[in-house]
């Protein structure tokens, strides 16, 4: 199957650059598999939709502070770092630019100097290893230092840096948001929880990786990039008991979906567990553990438009892409949703 098939026409002007207030007044189109209608609602709406018995899973991790801004040892050259992922404690995999200011041996202080790195490698893939020296708790001094890493689509300041974060984010962890969970408010959720329907929380780190589109000209011949996930016990329980009483699990987005597929494929059953996931879902996937999807909608050519694509169809999501332009529903990590039951 081409990448090139996986590739719609999106105008400028509807990519969200702001993320809807509140939260739960961004648009859903809601999508039935069974019949192919299409209705057009607002997210808060969303009970109407759900089941007493069915239940929802959440990616609980927290998006990092992770940009940072280092000056450069001798030189005072200024190199932008973007951490991506932890590989032991205070080393980090991170993205550098411009790379030529930050060769192996290269150290910067950043923040006044609280924090301080020295890289020790360069991966082939561009990436530096970064090792960070520091006095106290490493995450308190990134809230001091870093800026939220919000994607380079949006171009407009972001005022409260919480609303790059689900309100239910607690796990640290993430360079880029699971954006399906930020219409979610506390309200809504107990509101859900009130009317039968369970809430499981999962973690996946989100690396920047799941937002890139594919270079490949055939999808099967992308090297997905490899995150973290948990499941934890209550949560394997409540898929488990949802499926036998005949609920739907209801995933929140594409990464709570691949890490219930990813465990489903590895393991062969729901069970509590950790461990680190490049699962690559596209069409001819059969799922085994999802029944309904909520999602936003994805870049063009992007791996989580043909994740997508496989649970609703290629041509009948690149249709409902079509509608959502038309409609002038917003696009990408603050725009708006859909369900797809």
């Known amino acids: 199957m081409k990448t090139a098939d996986f590739f719609y026409r999106l105008p400028q002007e509807s990519i969200a650059q702001h993320p809807a207030s509140p939260r739960d007044s961004a648009r859903m189109m809601v999508l039935r598999r069974g019949n192919d209608s ?68 290269a150290q910067f ?89 369970g ?16 270079k490949a000209e055939r999808i099967e011949q992308h090297e997905m990039h490899s995150e973290h996930y948990c499941v934890p016990e209550e949560t394997a329980a409540l898929i488990n008991q949802t499926k036998r009483a005949g609920g739907r699990v209801v995933c929140v987005g594409t990464t709570s979906c691949r890490t219930l597929e990813a465990v489903m494929q590895t393991r062969g059953e729901m069970i509590p567990c950790e461990g680190w996931t490049d699962i690559f879902i596209y069409p001819g996937y059969e799922f085994k553990c999802v029944d309904t999807l909520l999602t936003n909608f994805h870049l063009p050519e992007s791996t989580l438009i043909m994740l997508v694509s496989a649970f609703y169809g290629r041509e009948k999501t690149l249709a409902a892409y079509e509608t959502a332009v038309r409609e002038g529903y917003r696009f990408y990590s603050f725009g708006d949703c859909m369900l797809v039951l």
Request: proline letters at 6%.
């Open 109 to 197: 202080s950043f923040g006044e100097g609280l924090l301080r790195g020295e890289v020790t490698e360069a991966l082939p893939n561009g990436n530096r290893i970064v090792k960070f020296t520091y006095e106290g708790n490493f995450y308190n001094l990134l809230e001091r230092t870093g800026e939220m890493p919000l994607p380079h689509y949006i171009t407009e300041k972001l005022d409260d840096a919480s609303r790059y974060n689900t309100v239910y984010a607690r796990e640290d962890g993430s360079a880029a948001a699971p954006t399906a969970g930020l219409h979610f408010t506390p309200e809504l959720l107990e509101s859900l929880q009130n009317k039968g329907v």
């Open 38 to 105: 299409i209705t057009h609602d607002i997210f808060r709406s969303i009970g109407d939709y759900l089941r007493p018995g069915d239940c929802l899973i959440l990616n609980d991790t927290k998006v990092l502070p992770a940009r940072l801004y280092g000056v450069k040892d001798v030189t005072g050259a200024q190199v932008e770092f973007l951490l991506l992922r932890q590989i032991a404690e205070g080393v980090w995999e991170c993205l550098a630019g411009p790379g030529k200011k930050a060769k192996p041996g």
């Open 199 to 214: 809430v499981g929380y999962v973690t996946l780190h989100v690396g920047l990786g799941t937002f890139r589109p594919v």
